[in-house]
């Protein structure tokens, strides 16, 4: 199984984190560091701070994943990661919608992040599916035991 403990998901949730933090600061300094010109990218007229969304999106699931380390925070803490994660899509997702096309670093950041929080939010949807049959079977291990 992917996610077959409670630690496995929290651990996604910094990765996930890691990753969108760092399509952040490519999409804001990736043109002054050159990491736009081998994708043929060139630099845009004015540096919005917009390009910074997808790591404040990281930034929350790196927070929220390094707190569900706690087990007793793990339930609440995974619950707003897979919130954020969620938003982080919906807003991506949205953007590219109503733009209606994806050209240049904001395209690709935009693209990415859909692509990143898409596969998250799917990963905790099954870990949470995967905590619900695990609590089934102990309730019903344990009612046989008492029987």
Not at 3 to 30: E, K, T
Not at 91 to 108: D, E, N, P
Request: glycine fraction near 12%.
């Amino acid at each position: 199984m992917l996610f077959r403990g409670s630690c496995c998901v929290p651990v996604a949730s910094v990765v996930f984190g890691l990753l969108l933090i760092a399509l952040g600061v490519w999409g804001y300094w990736g043109g002054d560091w050159g990491l736009w010109e081998p994708l043929g990218f060139s630099p845009p007229e004015k540096l919005s701070g917009t390009a910074l969304i997808p790591a404040y999106v990281g930034a929350a699931l790196v927070v929220l994943g390094l707190l569900a380390f706690k087990e007793t925070l793990l339930k609440h803490a995974m619950h707003g990661a897979s919130m954020v994660g969620l938003l982080g899509l919906v807003a991506a997702l949205g953007r590219i919608l109503m733009t209606g096309s994806i050209k240049g670093v904001g395209g690709a950041s935009l693209l990415t992040m859909t692509l990143l929080c898409a596969v998250f939010v799917a990963l905790c949807i099954y870990s949470f599916l995967q905590a619900r049959r695990r609590r089934r079977a102990a309730s019903v291990v344990s009612s046989n035991t008492a029987s």
